[in-house]
């Protein structure tokens, strides 16, 4: 069964790290460039941080870089996000999504997501 999941997410306090991780299963996940997204409550879906699939061409949004590393393990099948210096505005469901394409993921575009794993930033 061709899929991503992720997990790593969790309750934090502001300041605190967590790493996401993007398992896939099913294709190999090296062949394809990886997107980070989050979504919070009542806000729409907000590009967080990207990978291409063969040089590792990065983006990283504004809200978070300097903060956020993404970097993959294709041996393991996994992509990673870690987050440091965690803000509570970084609350929110974060998903990732697997493109062949490193612009269509830069766009958003993607017929292939996970279901999500929530981020909570409090004290």
């Known amino acids: 069964q061709v899929q991503l999941v992720e997990s790593g997410g969790g309750l934090v306090q502001p300041g605190g790290s967590l790493r996401l991780s993007c398992a896939a299963s099913?294709?190999?996940?090296?062949?394809?460039?990886i997107g980070w997204f989050r979504q919070a409550p009542g806000k729409e879906r907000e590009r967080v941080s990207c990978i291409s699939s063969s040089r590792g061409t990065t983006y990283y949004a504004d809200s978070v870089k300097g903060r956020v590393t993404i970097s993959r393990d294709n041996a393991k099948n996994t992509v990673y996000l870690q987050m440091n210096s965690l803000k509570p505005e970084d609350t929110a469901v974060y998903y990732c999504?697997?493109?062949?394409?490193?612009?269509?993921?830069?766009?958003?575009?993607?017929?292939?997501w996970g279901q999500g794993t929530q981020v909570t930033v409090s004290s």
């Open positions: 999504a697997a493109d062949s394409s490193f612009f269509s993921i830069l766009a958003g575009r993607s017929d292939l």
């Open positions: 099913g294709f190999t996940l090296g062949a394809y460039a």
